[in-house]
């Protein structure tokens, strides 16, 4: 090959990121190619190359120009964090911890990134070297009202823990800026719950929601509307095809309210032999926006081309997330409930499974609970969480009646309290054999979990959270008080 100018580098180059950017990864990954050839010391070139893979679905390949990337430029610091949150994603663990330590090792401040190795190992399963790298950053970082929000995830406080007037002694400061405040609301709330204050916890959990609220306003109008057009969309959908879909891995999704107990159903699931989990993966209501429209943009589906398309697309990328070569795997992305007639159009050997909760304890685990903010917005208000809450089993009841026998509901009380007939049904509604293993399912460690029930997915099934509202029913009137006359089941 000859040798590039200056300019025609530069030029492909540019191509290439316009390219990119209108969807032309093809056009866009020959002109990288090119460029790899004539400089094959340039990391930049299969950084984006690992980009265009990751975005096709292909993996190894994306894995391999990443590793090539991180290669010829150990020592870029924005390229080694991008990596590491690459790595994480496509379950490479070693390369990603490896990545994160390189960061810590690079002149600077390394809060950051001892910060996010600590919480990775949190979803990991290894709890005490997280908790050791914490309490080293809290030490030296006592005002970082973050760090005991994302600490505290993955363990309880006990009674005398210094931490605990570490924290009370921040909140106290009249300075403490609004989003710190808001991080640290979560942390301290939960303590104070663990420490037998759970008067005092409860107020701390409202501030820091009135305050997410004042910084991401909702409006529950607008979310009915756009959740009412996606219904909608799915009445007039084609009949299925007479033959089954050759397509794998073949999906069960797992959906239900955040802190329903998806988590714990998952693990039971993905203990099976031919399972593995796919937690939130995030696809297949994305790609329904991108293919079908957004929100209130979403017009009837009624093309078979689309669908075998969309069916084909999610595959490809649920492949690509979910390591391994398992036949089933799992999907508890919580939004999916809005698509399930979707789905079970596009995928037609798809698994659906409910999971119920009573809403008292819903209501308090969201409320108690941090998410990032602009995510889950009702669940910054009592009232809000109970108006979506209502909203979801009204999507649930829905598709039970427009596809009889497609969703499997279970019920979390239910579960916990019977763990071997509900686990029995459940692995059945999923299509699969029954394994003594799925009782087993904490003991099964491998992978992460991405989740907010990090700590409780590592463990057998406990009753513990069972009628946890009982305890805070006087805080909690705003939402009895919105749930009304209706059944709480």
């Known amino acids: 090959m000859l040798p590039l100018s200056a300019d025609t580098k530069a030029r492909l180059m540019k191509q290439a990121a316009s390219d990119m950017a209108q969807g032309r990864l093809a056009e866009a990954r020959n002109a990288l190619q090119q460029l790899a ?52 994603h496509l379950g490479a663990t070693d390369e990603a911890l490896a990545a994160y330590d390189r960061l810590i090792a690079a002149p600077g401040n390394s809060l950051g990134a001892r910060a996010d190795k600590a919480h990775y190992l949190q979803h990991l399963g290894r709890f005490d070297e997280a908790e050791t790298i914490f309490r ?29 007037p570490a924290m009370e002694k921040l909140w106290a400061r009249k300075d403490l800026p609004e989003p710190a405040r808001i991080q ?13 204050q759970p008067e005092r916890g409860f107020a701390c959990v409202a501030r820091a929601n009135a305050l997410q609220r004042k910084a991401a306003p909702f409006d529950n109008a607008a979310q009915d509307r756009e959740f009412a057009t996606v219904r909608a969309a799915q009445d007039a959908l084609p009949p299925q095809p007479a033959t089954a879909s050759d397509l794998t891995p073949r ?59 969309f069916a084909r697309r999610y595959t490809t990328l649920a492949r690509r997330d979910v390591p391994g070569d398992s036949p089933v795997i799992t999907d508890k ?56 809450i209502k909203r979801f089993r009204g999507f ?76 805070h029913e006087r805080e909690l009137q705003p939402f009895i008080k919105a749930w009304g006359d209706e059944p709480w089941d």
Request: proline fraction near 5%.
């Open 251 to 309: 999906p069960v999704f797992v959906t239900g309210m955040p802190r329903s107990g998806t988590t714990l159903v998952e693990r039971i699931l993905a203990a099976h032999s031919e399972v593995s989990a796919g937690n939130e993966l995030g696809l297949a209501l994305k790609l329904a926006y991108g293919i079908f429209g957004a929100g209130e943009q979403m017009r009837p589906i009624t093309e078979t081309a689309k669908l075998d398309a």
């Open 184 to 196: 640290l609301g979560y942390a301290l709330g939960k303590a104070l719950d663990e420490t037998g």
């Open 37 to 88: 050839l004539a400089e094959p010391k340039r990391a930049d070139v299969p950084y984006q190359l690992s980009r265009i893979a990751f975005e096709l679905g292909d993996r190894e390949t994306c894995l391999a120009e990443l590793r090539k990337a991180v290669a010829l430029a150990p020592d870029n610091p924005q390229l080694t964090r991008q990596a590491a949150e690459r790595f994480r």
């Open 333 to 388: 992305s919580i939004l999916s409930y809005l698509i399930v007639g979707l789905l079970h159009r596009a995928l037609p050997e798809a698994r659906f499974v409910v999971v119920q909760r009573d809403p008292r304890d819903i209501a308090l685990s969201i409320y108690k609970n941090y998410f990032n903010t602009g995510s889950h917005r009702y669940g910054n208000d009592l009232a809000d969480i109970a108006h979506a």
């Open 396 to 471: 649930v009841a829905h598709w039970k009646q427009a596809l009889p026998g497609v969703v499997h509901e279970i019920r979390y009380e239910d579960l916990v309290s019977d763990p071997e007939p509900q686990s029995r049904a459940l692995i059945a509604a999923a299509g699969l054999d029954w394994q003594e293993a799925c009782l087993d399912f904490h003991k099964n460690t491998s992978g992460a979990v991405k989740t907010l029930s990090v700590s409780q997915a590592r463990q057998p099934i406990y009753t513990g959270s069972a009628q946890a509202w009982t305890k």
């Open 136 to 164: 080293k950053l809290l030490k030296q970082h006592p005002n970082e009202a973050q760090l005991y929000r994302i600490s505290l995830g993955g363990k309880k406080l006990a009674k005398g823990d210094p931490l605990l």
